[in-house]
């Protein structure tokens, strides 16, 4: 059969108007009302859009942070006095040394020599530079080991400075107050301030070695 095209357009709108029709409320039921907040939280959230961009990554300098308080020292010290020669005298200076400071530290300290700068212009050391040394500190007795060349080491004018350096600068140090010398372990004779000499084994004091000392300096 032939529709003729008028007809034919007639009823394709009517079959757009009925397909429309049965997507809607259908004609029977109730609708239902549902409050927001029996909605699950998925649904009643608002959809977002994220955009994401990309960055170029940096390296971060970690710089000195300079403090505004000055940095203190904690090692411990002690100034000690050490006597040096000066034409035919000693004198002593004041050196600075690790604490807590033995006898034996002493004598080594005086025997490393001058410390640098002016304090030392015009100063000698009368003690060898091979110069070794044990003290031993009983009852503010300190007794000097010196080694077996010291006598021939040291000719007999320098001989009395030497042993005056090492009598007056242990004895400046607090419970020593008579010093013996001693060589692997035998007791030796040792010239006085005035050039005399000690028996074996003799003890000597400050006061054997204060003519040396410059006017205005005592035991």
Wanted: contains cysteine.
């Amino acid at each position: 059969m032939i529709i003729p095209p008028r007809l034919a357009y007639t009823l394709m709108g009517i079959m757009g108007i009925s397909s429309l029709l049965s997507c809607t409320i259908p004609d029977s039921g109730s609708v239902q009302y549902v409050n927001p907040a029996n909605i699950p939280y998925e649904l009643n959230t608002p959809s977002t859009t994220t955009i994401t961009t990309s960055t170029s990554t940096s390296t971060s300098i970690a710089l000195p942070v300079e403090s505004s308080t000055p940095a203190t020292s904690t090692i411990p010290v002690e100034s000690v006095s050490l006597f040096f020669v000066v034409a035919n005298q000693v004198i002593p200076i004041e050196r600075f040394i690790l604490s807590p400071v033995t006898p034996t530290q002493v004598l080594l300290a005086l025997s490393e020599g001058l410390p640098e700068g002016d304090v030392a212009i015009g100063l000698r050391n009368a003690l060898p530079d091979d110069f070794l040394v044990l003290v031993d500190l009983q009852r503010g007795i300190a007794t000097v080991d010196l080694s077996p060349n010291f006598s021939s080491g040291i000719p007999g004018v320098e001989q009395r400075l030497a042993i005056a350096q090492i009598v007056l600068t242990l004895t400046r140090r607090s419970g020593i107050g008579q010093v013996a010398f001693t060589t692997n372990g035998r007791p030796q004779i040792v010239p006085r301030g005035r050039g005399d000499l000690t028996s074996a084994g003799d003890l000597v004091t400050c006061e054997d070695y204060s003519n040396l000392l410059p006017t205005g300096f005592s035991c």
